[in-house]
């Protein structure tokens, strides 16, 4: 059973567009949710992350907006570039917990 | 400053042969993990550690065994690899479970 649910599989974006990945969880203990970046080739490197007490947080073209209510939380890429072009794969962990339960991924492609 | 290392990077095995993947990682932390990535199916815990010396069950543990007999590294054995043990084998560090992980950049094997 998938803890975190992710959408959508894939996403084509021209550049300068927005991209915008979604995530859902059913679990209301999660209490971290990070989001990561994967190149080609590459392991997953954290990108920026959330705790529930915020709605939004911002770090330069990535933010991510968390809806507590509907339990639903997603990235969003302002001004999206070729060098955006990854998998990003969102994640949550409970308190106290020792693992992250990561979503299925979204590949990205940016366009010039 | 190397971050974590995986050896090998690749490996082709044939069904019932056995083999380690090497994880080593010099920023000091606690936490260790093994990931498996499949197409699909994101990334899957199949053990971890929260320190020397300890570990315990993921997701996916069968067919795998791990040890952690230095802080720094965490080895992930397989006994007789299957088939179905093709994947891509990530480790990641972090200084506690909810915090942001550090991963390696991978091995992938392929078990023929």
């Known amino acids: 059973q998938q803890q975190v649910k992710q959408s959508p599989q894939s996403l084509i974006v021209q550049k300068g567009g927005i991209s915008i990945i979604n995530c859902a969880y059913e679990n209301t203990a999660f209490d971290y949710f990070p989001w990561y970046q994967q190149f080609p080739g590459k392991g997953p490197a954290l990108l920026i992350a959330?705790?529930?007490?915020?709605s939004e947080k911002k770090e330069g073209r990535f933010t991510i907006s968390f809806n507590k209510s509907a339990k639903q939380f997603s990235l969003h890429i302002m001004d999206s570039q070729p060098g955006d072009s990854a998998t990003y794969f969102c994640a949550a962990s409970l308190p106290g917990a020792n693992n992250l339960f990561f979503g299925t991924g979204t590949r990205l492609t940016v366009i010039p | 400053n190397a971050g974590v290392t995986q050896t090998p990077k690749f490996r082709v095995l044939k069904t019932g042969q056995s083999m380690t993947l090497l994880c080593a990682q010099d920023?000091?932390?606690?936490?260790m993990y093994w990931y498996r990535q499949d197409p699909g199916m994101g990334l899957r815990l199949i053990h971890y550690?929260?320190?020397?010396?300890?570990?315990a069950k993921g997701e996916v543990p069968d067919g795998y065994n791990v040890s952690r007999l230095k802080k720094q590294n965490f080895l992930l054995g397989l006994e007789s690899a299957a088939p179905s043990q093709t994947s891509v084998y990530f480790c990641?560090?972090?200084?506690?479970?909810?915090?942001?992980?550090?991963f390696g950049s991978g091995t992938r094997l392929t078990v023929v």
């Open positions: 959330i705790r529930p007490d915020v």
């Open positions: 920023m000091n932390h606690e936490y």
């Open positions: 990641a560090s972090s200084y506690s479970g909810d915090y942001g992980y550090t």
């Open positions: 550690s929260v320190g020397e010396g300890t570990t």
